[in-house]
């Protein structure tokens, strides 16, 4: 069975830091890349970052560059995402997918977390 479970969300003032975490498990995690994945409160889907099967390469939405950052342990299959200097648009749901091809569309992702929730307020 697939799984991807997301930790470290919570609330947190404008200014401060979280570290998302999300473990796999049930398929070869280092042959995906790996997303993040956010959705603010009424609105859709969107992409926050990617990183490559070999950890080395990332790749950031405008939004977010500079402040968060991405990263992998193959050998725990576990993906993160560091998030410093919060905003209050910030605040949503974040989700963590498995990308077979390092996609940018959302249809081609085959495995999504179930979210884990950050509140940034003050």
């Known amino acids: 069975e697939v799984q991807l479970v997301e930790s470290g969300g919570g609330l947190v003032r404008p200014g401060g830091s979280l570290r998302l975490s999300c473990a796999a498990s049930?398929?070869?995690?280092?042959?995906?890349?790996m997303s993040w994945v956010r959705q603010a409160p009424g609105k859709g889907l969107e992409w926050v970052a990617n990183i490559y099967t070999d950890g080395v390469d990332t790749d950031y939405s405008e939004s977010v560059k500079g402040r968060f950052t991405i990263s992998r342990d193959n050998a725990k299959n576990t993906v993160y995402l560091q998030m410093n200097s919060l905003k209050p648009e910030d605040t949503a749901v974040y989700y963590c997918?498995?990308?077979?091809?390092?996609?940018?569309?959302?249809?081609?992702?085959?495995?999504w977390g179930q979210g884990t929730q950050v509140s940034v307020s003050s």
């Open positions: 049930g398929f070869t995690f280092n042959e995906y890349y």
């Open positions: 997918a498995a990308n077979p091809r390092g996609s940018y569309v959302f249809g081609d992702y085959d495995y």
